[in-house]
């Protein structure tokens, strides 16, 4: 792919005009996509023979962007090779220089495109998908005889699972840059709670590039103690021990806005799916009002997405203990009411795998923070679950569900 300093035409219908965030998902997931894949492909003298949507993911407030599996034929003839290709409306502080980028410009605003991995935020992606490059990052001597990409969110970061020596080892690919969510902040993070003994991954080595290599959690996922037994064992107050070992030091983390802060945003982008528009928007301001007259409770350290993705679990006996706090990069002050709702909404959206845990942990943070506020804030987390499951395929519960258990909240 060509350079970012490639001009193109316009990339969609003129009737696309001052589009939102809706009108570009329109865009990118519908028949007019096929014009800026096409576009995009020439730079590398191929034409586009037929594409699909591979993934969907929108930012709410900070664009779309959009997975292809897309075939083409190269001028020299009837070769066809099968790539993966990105668009987005994302990516505002991307590099003018940024290298293997396409950028498009027409009615419906600028788009980017790029070929896997070359994720032009990402500097670091195309080595970590390499298993020999890997060679250089990774402790060890072997070769990489494993190497999984695990989780990918386009111009933000990804996830490799590697294997080496027999040693899982698992790569964060990260902006390189010293801001907020960048390679060397998560650095930092890592190492703080560790000082402070709190059971996080080590960091094992880090790149220039983008790179934190960090060693494999003890234990189990918690999702997969919940599917297996409900979690037997790990109480609300196990967890909380985790929250209540996090050092004072976070507080002067910068803060990130909570998942219920963002609900005109995660309202709009549900409405954007086609998903009971009016009811999603009402739902919004319903959290945003009520949210205005709970009590949140004091500024304290926060996890900012505690929930049982972010958690192991060791098997002890006939029990569960938890194990190792995992994703520090949303670490700052905050509330502990949403750290305890993004916990409960996660589980409730585990569906009928979760209904157990929902019903002790629920009950027993009704006990430790304001009921209310734990409701309003809960039914704002399973908004904003709402708008990811808009675009997931393989969900426990879909949009409208979420939707319904958010209402509930709200009437009690």
């Given at each position: 792919?060509?350079?970012?300093?490639?001009?193109?035409?316009?990339?969609?219908?003129?009737?696309?005009?001052?589009?939102?965030?809706?009108?570009?998902?329109?865009?990118?997931?519908?028949?007019?996509?096929?014009?800026?894949?096409?576009?995009?492909?020439?730079?590398?003298?191929?034409?586009?023979?037929?594409?699909?949507?591979?993934?969907?993911?929108?930012?709410?407030?900070?664009?779309?962007?959009?997975?292809?599996?897309?075939?083409?034929?190269?001028?020299?003839?009837?070769?066809?090779?099968?790539?993966?290709?990105?668009?987005?409306?994302?990516?505002?502080?991307?590099?003018?220089?940024?290298?293997?980028?396409?950028?498009?410009?027409?009615?419906?605003?600028?788009?980017?495109?790029?070929?896997?991995?070359?994720?032009?935020?990402?500097?670091?992606?195309?080595?970590?998908?390499?298993?020999?490059?890997?060679?250089?990052?990774?402790?060890?001597?072997?070769?990489?005889?494993?190497?999984?990409?695990?989780?990918?969110?386009?111009?933000?970061r990804?996830?490799?699972?590697?294997?080496?020596?027999?040693?899982?080892?698992?790569?964060?690919?990260?902006?390189?840059?010293?801001?907020?969510?960048?390679?060397?902040?998560?650095?930092?993070?890592?190492?703080?709670?560790?000082?402070?003994?709190?059971?996080?991954?080590?960091?094992?080595?880090?790149?220039?590039?983008?790179?934190?290599?960090?060693?494999?959690?003890?234990?189990?996922?918690?999702?997969?103690a919940i599917g297996a037994d409900g979690a037997r064992g790990v109480t609300l107050g196990d967890l909380t021990g985790i929250l209540d070992a996090l050092p004072a030091q976070v507080l002067d983390l910068a803060r990130r806005a909570a998942w219920s802060d963002r609900a005109r945003d995660y309202a709009n982008a549900v409405a954007a799916s086609g998903t009971d528009a009016p009811g999603a928007l009402a739902l919004g301001r319903a959290v945003r009002e009520r949210s205005a007259a709970v009590d949140l409770g004091p500024v304290v350290p926060t996890h900012g997405d505690f929930h049982e993705g972010q958690l192991t679990a060791r098997r002890e006996g006939e029990e569960w203990r938890p194990g190792a706090l995992l994703d520090v990069d949303t670490l700052g002050p905050g509330h502990r009411v949403d750290d305890l709702a993004c916990l409960v909404a996660h589980a409730v959206a585990l569906g009928p795998a979760g209904a157990e845990v929902v019903r002790r942990w629920e009950g027993e943070a009704r006990a430790v923070v304001d009921p209310e506020a734990l409701d309003v804030r809960t039914a704002g987390v399973l908004l904003s679950l709402a708008a990811g499951a808009a675009h997931e395929r393989d969900v426990a519960m879909p949009t409208r569900a979420l939707l319904d258990a958010a209402e509930e909240r709200l009437e009690r």
């Open positions: 792919m060509t350079s970012s300093a490639t001009a193109l035409a316009p990339v969609a219908d003129p009737s696309v005009r001052g589009s939102g965030e809706a009108d570009v998902l329109a865009l990118l997931t519908g028949p007019q996509a096929r014009e800026p894949l096409s576009l995009a492909v020439t730079t590398i003298g191929a034409e586009v023979t037929d594409h699909r949507v591979h993934s969907v993911q929108h930012r709410p407030g900070d664009g779309v962007t959009v997975g292809y599996r897309v075939w083409v034929r190269h001028d020299c003839g009837a070769v066809v090779e099968d790539y993966v290709l990105l668009s987005s409306t994302a990516g505002r502080d991307v590099p003018s220089d940024a290298p293997n980028v396409v950028r498009m410009e027409g009615p419906s605003g600028r788009l980017l495109g790029w070929l896997h991995p070359h994720d032009p935020a990402l500097p670091g992606l195309g080595v970590a998908c390499d298993p020999v490059a890997l060679e250089q990052v990774l402790p060890g001597s072997g070769p990489v005889t494993s190497l999984a990409l695990v989780g990918y969110r386009p111009l933000r990804a996830v490799v699972r590697a294997v080496r020596d027999d040693v899982t080892s698992y790569v964060k690919v990260l902006r390189p840059t010293s801001g907020r969510g960048g390679a060397p902040d998560v650095v930092h993070r890592h190492r703080l709670l560790t000082a402070a003994g709190v059971p996080v991954p080590r960091v094992l080595s880090a790149t220039s590039h983008g790179l934190v290599v960090l060693e494999e959690a003890r234990g189990r996922p918690l999702v997969e």
